[in-house]
């Protein structure tokens, strides 16, 4: 256990036995506890493996290469159509962890194996996502704009692809391009201050 982890523990008032629980739990497993993204994770040989986080609805373990595994029990879900690679497995009472206790040591043995295998996620390219046509007519009517979003980063291209493409509207979706253009041509990403 990392005393740098205990916050997430004591903090959470609705899921507080549930995470006790998947912290023994991932812990048996043999990985190390470190502190990312506000949350415990857990790594073999300083690669993440697995991942514990609270929603509102329900708490998870967030299998960072998960498409990879085998899921003979169809309990692996994608959080979102974009996110490629992880997996998660949720719970929304304690009686569920313990019930599939041996369950969630295979799937983490698993993981574990995956990573020992050197085995690689292949992901898409920022190209290989569709550009909604507002933002490529943008592009196209606006030279400055193209080059700054060119020279960004491609999960900060990637980023804003997802979020120009997520409104069903196109009006909601030329919005938000026109929202975030001095953004791109200041050079910053999406969440970037």
Same mark, same amino acid.
């Given at each position: 256990?990392?005393?740098?982890?205990?916050?997430?523990?004591?903090?959470?008032?609705? !899921?507080?036995? =549930?995470?006790?629980?998947?912290?023994?739990?991932?812990?048996?497993? %043999?990985?190390?506890?470190? *502190?990312? !993204?506000?949350?415990?994770?857990?790594?073999?040989?300083?690669?993440?493996?697995?991942?514990?986080?609270?929603?509102?609805?329900?708490?998870? *373990?967030?299998?960072?290469? %998960?498409?990879?595994?085998?899921?003979?029990?169809?309990?692996?879900?994608?959080?979102?159509?974009?996110?490629?690679?992880?997996?998660?497995?949720?719970?929304?009472?304690?009686?569920?962890?313990?019930?599939?206790?041996?369950?969630?040591?295979?799937?983490?043995?698993?993981?574990?194996?995956? =990573?020992?295998?050197? *085995?690689?996620?292949?992901l898409?390219?920022?190209?290989?996502?569709?550009?909604?046509?507002?933002?490529?007519?943008?592009?196209?009517?606006?030279?400055?704009?193209?080059?700054?979003?060119?020279? *960004?980063?491609?999960?900060?291209?990637?980023?804003?692809?997802?979020?120009?493409s997520?409104?069903?509207?196109?009006?909601?979706?030329?919005?938000?391009? =026109?929202?975030?253009?001095?953004?791109?041509?200041?050079?910053? %990403?999406?969440?970037?201050e």
């Amino acid at each position: 256990m990392n005393p740098k982890v205990d916050f997430y523990f004591t903090k959470a008032k609705k !899921w507080q036995e =549930e995470l006790k629980r998947l912290r023994t739990i991932v812990l048996g497993c %043999g990985l190390t506890e470190e *502190l990312k !993204w506000g949350c415990p994770c857990y790594t073999f040989e300083n690669s993440n493996i697995v991942l514990i986080h609270t929603f509102k609805e329900y708490c998870a *373990l967030l299998f960072f290469k %998960g498409v990879l595994l085998n899921d003979p029990k169809k309990i692996l879900i994608q959080q979102t159509k974009n996110v490629q690679a992880a997996r998660q497995i949720r719970f929304t009472n304690v009686q569920e962890i313990i019930q599939m206790k041996s369950v969630l040591k295979a799937y983490i043995d698993q993981a574990i194996k995956v =990573e020992k295998a050197g *085995l690689k996620v292949i992901l898409k390219t920022t190209s290989e996502f569709s550009m909604p046509e507002e933002f490529k007519s943008k592009l196209d009517k606006t030279p400055k704009l193209k080059t700054a979003f060119e020279a *960004l980063t491609p999960g900060r291209q990637r980023a804003y692809i997802l979020h120009f493409s997520a409104p069903k509207q196109s009006k909601t979706r030329e919005t938000r391009i =026109e929202k975030c253009m001095q953004q791109i041509l200041d050079g910053k %990403g999406l969440n970037d201050e």
